[in-house]
T-cell receptor, first 118, second 111 residues
């Protein structure tokens, strides 16, 4: 299995809803990432998990809450989002985090969740 | 402030022509990646460049990395319509867990 699987593919939610995005990989990768991508813009890093611990939070608002229950699974919990949070949310994984020395590098991206906040 | 800049941001080119996309970055790194993105889709990995002087080729695309100049290039040879997409470079920031994307180049190839 060489894929990163994201669910759901599309999500429409109201500003008072609570929802979660899910990301799964079975490649034994020890680093996982959440990116947000607005239309016609590059992906922006949100969170990095390294060996199941949160290593980077790029000053993301608290209405986004990441969780890494185990080495294969990454969740992004959403609560009280704003319309400007509508975007494509991409999950990625890599064999080792960037700070690991002498590792194997490269990133695998999931197909993304297209989120619309109404 | 960290910057990963690409130019041009938009490129409209005729089939059969050659062109180069440039990726400049402002921090120390020796790992650079090129991705392709079709509209509404995710990122497709094109090249992984892991050392100074690295050169990789796949079909009509060739990528290179000069870590001293902090510059990577993506060269397109004899463009075809199927290459129309947005191309991103991305840089592993030295001694962090961050992968940061460039501004992107939207490529349109016309007959």
């Amino acid at each position: 299995d060489t894929e990163v699987t994201q669910t759901p593919k599309h999500l429409v939610m109201g500003m008072t809803n609570k929802k979660s995005l899910k990301c799964e990989q079975h490649m034994g990768h020890r680093a996982m990432y959440w990116y947000k991508q607005k239309a016609k813009k590059p992906p922006e890093l949100m969170f990095v998990y390294s060996y199941e611990k949160l290593s980077i939070n790029e000053s993301v608002p608290s209405r986004f809450s990441p969780e890494c229950p185990n080495s294969s699974l990454l969740n992004l919990h959403l609560h009280a989002l704003q319309p400007e949070d509508s975007a494509l949310y991409l999950c990625a994984s890599s064999p080792l985090p960037g700070t690991a020395k002498g590792g194997i590098y490269g990133y695998t991206f999931g197909s993304g969740t297209r989120l619309t906040v109404v | 402030e960290l910057k990963v800049e690409q130019n041009p941001l938009f490129l409209s080119m005729q089939e059969g022509k050659n062109y180069t996309i440039y990726c400049n970055y402002s921090t120390t790194s020796d790992r650079l990646y090129w991705y392709r993105q079709d509209p509404g889709k995710s990122l497709e990995s094109l090249f992984v460049l892991l050392s100074n002087g690295a050169v990789k080729q796949e079909g009509r695309l060739m990528a290179s990395l000069d870590t001293k100049a902090r510059l990577s290039t993506l060269h397109i040879t004899a463009a075809v319509h199927d290459l129309s997409a947005t191309y991103f470079c991305a840089v592993d920031i030295w001694d962090t867990d961050k992968l940061i994307f460039g501004t992107g180049t939207r490529l349109q190839v016309f007959p």
